[in-house]
């Protein structure tokens, strides 16, 4: 079951990857404005913030295959439409961002059930591998579907990318369909106490509150990369719509290659130590990225940054699975959805806002700075856990 999950999932991945990037470039030929552009990335991960943690109690609270396909049949709608109105070609920069986040919302819903959903489909002990699965998998549709975006774009437009999007929910709707787990004990709560209940918990545990502090501070500041890309390539690069999805498919190979060696790296190094390594990857990436004018010179920045973005999202999402009880996980999966990805919009808006008001190249190297100094502050004020310490067995 896990395998089918698995597979019919990287399938949506590519779906979304591809739609992503149209969305993005779309945005670039609607308008100059860096901000809008870097927006098209946080309006896909404000509703994570936004309605992250009420997904997390009705994860908690209902069947948690039942709220998959709700999302994915709601997220295949919103697909659908966004495809025919571009089609028609009357799509603006406010119609774009209101449907990338009609999507986020559906995102917002389907992760935290999805994620706890893995404790049912394998045994405890291989739990850290499968959540390392799933990684890969979202990594390898993050290597195919940029580059695949890319060439949907130059031979039709952005409404085939966001048709073939739409397709891509099916298949796991029809393994939701078909999957029937064991049934749950579900202690059933009214959703805001169910929500206070996942907040007590998290600040109340020492390990929790000081993994979701770096996680919302590596989010703010890895949103510099991710946000402006499109018009880092576009502008700076002087590149197209392909250049621009061979730059996420080399970031998606680097996720790749490093992600079957995060759990050895996390062993070794222990989560400060390769939390550390991923951060002096991203200075090392936006430090090359302001400094570059060819897409050639750029792409080993996009190669580090995939190998980096894994090894510090994979080991924090493992550390808080790892101590949350079984009945409240999907609402602490959520609350640190909410403080990483509320980071990563966060993070969208302000890059955006620094590029428009100085340039492209002072946004990154304030990235960087910004990357070296609030890790090292928190590395003093938030200690990361060290190995069992706050683990639940």
């Known amino acids: 079951m896990f395998r089918a999950i698995w597979i019919a999932n990287l399938f949506s991945n590519l779906g979304a990857t591809i739609q992503a990037v149209a969305a993005a470039w779309m945005m670039t030929e609607l308008t100059t404005s860096h901000q809008l552009v870097a927006l098209v990335q946080a309006s896909a991960t404000v509703p994570i913030m936004l309605f992250g943690v009420f997904a997390g109690a009705i994860a908690d609270n209902f069947d948690r295959r039942l709220v998959m396909l709700a999302a994915q049949v709601g997220m295949l709608v919103v697909s659908s439409m966004l495809a025919f109105l571009a089609y028609l070609g009357i799509l603006n920069p406010t119609l774009l961002l209101a449907f990338t986040l009609s999507v ?46 890319g060439v949907l774009l130059s031979l039709w437009d952005a409404s085939f990318a966001f048709a073939i999007n739409a ?28 929500v206070a209940v996942g907040f007590r918990y998290c600040m109340g545990s020492s390990p929790l509150r000081r993994i979701l502090m770096r996680g919302g501070s590596l ?33 998606g190979i680097g996720s790749i290659l490093a992600a079957p060696f995060v759990g050895r790296i996390r062993r070794k190094l222990q989560l400060e130590g390769i939390l550390a390594v991923g951060t002096l990857m991203f200075v090392f990436v936006l430090s090359l990225l302001a400094a570059v ?48 990805f509320g980071g990563m919009a966060l993070g969208s808006w302000f890059w955006g806002a620094i590029a428009d008001w100085r340039d492209l190249p002072f946004a990154l190297h304030a990235g960087s700075v910004f990357l070296v100094v609030s890790f090292t502050i928190l590395r003093f004020l938030a200690p990361l856990p060290k190995p069992g310490e706050g683990v639940i067995d």
């Not at 699965?133 to 993050?142: C, E, K, M, Q």
């Not at 929910?169 to 169910?194: D, F």
């Not at 890309?229 to 970031?251: A, H, K, R, Y």
């Open 104 to 149: 986020g919302i559906g995102t917002a819903l389907n992760s935290p059930a999805w994620q706890a959903s893995v404790r049912q489909q394998v045994h405890p002990r291989e739990l850290p591998q499968a959540i390392a699965l799933n990684s890969i998998s979202f990594n390898i549709a993050r290597s195919i579907g940029p580059a695949l975006g």
């Open 167 to 194: 397709l891509s929910y099916i298949g796991l709707i029809i393994v939701l369909l078909w999957w029937k787990p064991e049934p749950r004990a579900i202690e059933r709560r009214a959703i805001l106490p169910a």
């Open 219 to 251: 989010g703010f500041s890895l949103a510099a990369f991710q946000a402006l890309l499109p018009t880092i390539v576009s502008d700076q690069l002087n590149g197209n719509e392909l250049d621009f999805g061979m730059m996420l498919g080399t970031f």
């Open 293 to 340: 004018h060819s897409v050639y010179h750029a792409l080993p920045a996009a190669f580090v940054g995939g190998m980096g973005w894994v090894m510090i999202l994979t080991s924090i999402n493992t550390a808080v699975q790892l101590r949350s009880p079984d009945a409240i996980l999907g609402r602490c999966l959520s609350i640190y959805q909410a403080v990483t």
